[in-house]
């Protein structure tokens, strides 16, 4: 069965500080990578994929992920955090063989602290 | 460029009662998909048109659940009769069939349903 895991539900960081979202997968073959945000009352955002090339994929407000084969992780990251960040981020994969459906992962909440 | 509309924003209903959601994609863009988000989970996929074919309804509760997209545009989705675990928010996306865009889905802010 295809699945994403978030294995943290909270991240807390203070503003300045550098932050980490992690994300692992388990599907067949070799899928594409997403990272999504979610604000309050709003849909989801999209921040940045990875579908082939270089493992480490820039995105959207200075955020970037890398992709670790071998792990199977598409851990989101950024050098210095805003409390404006501050946000439900979601993982997912889309599997190219399985009608490219997407599965998502349940969500970490990211608290920056001023 | 308009993103994804729906609505209505928010609906409360008793369970056995029946309710529509409504979802305009992005110009433009040939898929359209059908999400539930239950509060503190991820989006799970319920149903994927590609204009105005099913591609993917395979989590779909077809007893209760339906969806249409007639004219390869706007999309409605159907409950009916809804049960109290049907309390969750629902997401509308689309994304193009080509273009650099075509694996990014574009999210609406979603309906907000309380089944009581």
Known sequence: AQSVAQPEDQVNVAEGNPLTVK????????????????????GLQFLL?????????KGSYGFEAEFNKSQTSFHLKKPSAL??????????????????KFYFGSGTKLNVKP | EAGVAQSPRYKIIEKRQSVAFWCN?????????????????????LIQFQNNGV????????????????KGVDSTLKIQPAKLEDSAVYLCASSPRQGLA???????????????
Request: glycine share 8%; aromatic share 18%; proline share 5%.
């Open chain 1, 49 to 57: 994929k990875y579908i082939t090339g270089d493992n480490l994929v």
């Open chain 2, 55 to 70: 591609v993917d309804d395979s989590q779909l509760p077809k007893d209760r659940f339906s969806a249409e997209r007639l």
């Open chain 1, 83 to 100: 409390v404006s960040d501050s946000a439900l981020y979601f993982c997912a994969v889309r599997v190219l063989y399985n009608f490219n």
């Open chain 1, 23 to 42: 994300c692992t997968y388990s599907v067949s073959g070799n899928p594409y990578l997403f990272w999504y945000v979610q604000y309050p009352n709003r």
């Open chain 2, 102 to 116: 075509k694996n990014i889905q574009y999210f609406g802010a979603g309906t907000r349903l309380s089944v009581l």
């Open chain 2, 25 to 45: 994609p992005i110009s433009g863009h040939a898929t359209l998909y059908w999400y539930q988000q239950i509060l503190g989970q991820g989006p799970k996929l």
